[in-house]
């Protein structure tokens, strides 16, 4: 009877190593996928930037002002609306608010970095605002989510994180 035991045990936890071989495989795959399907939204310049949270300079937890923003690329044009927290150097009087942004990208980079576990899918490009010039870099991975670093030449440089998607049809 002892025997029979040891042997349902063993038979049980071959299963499981199977059944988890199987789950990583899985896994691996829908991360391909989801990675395609990021580059495909980048190379091809028409996705959404959800931002929901800020990263300041001056390192000050910005969160509980619940800042939220938008970058919207459509093509060859970029609009975005993002909070901003940090010093200003010099800007005209009463436009110490956020940033805002709706013009052609210039000087546009796409870059795919596929290393061992990471793969990121990056664009740099430059958009002028108002009064000012902005180099915004966003880099995505596989599950949706993004970083996007602003610097601008009237303010300190400043991070967001949020999500990446599509935009949605009107």
Known sequence: MKAFCILVVFLLLGNFAEARKVFKADRIVENAKAFQEIQRLVAGKHFVVEINRVYPQSGFDVSRFNPTGKIIVNDSVAQGHLPFFGRAYSLPYN???????DNTMQAVSIKTI???KKQVVSINFTVWGNNDVYQITIEAVP????????????????????TISLPEEK
């Open 95 to 101: 436009e110490g608010g956020g940033i805002s942004f």
């Open 114 to 116: 596929e290393k061992r």
């Open 143 to 162: 599950d949706g989510s993004c970083s996007v670093n602003l610097t601008s030449n009237n303010r300190a440089q400043i991070a967001y994180s949020g």
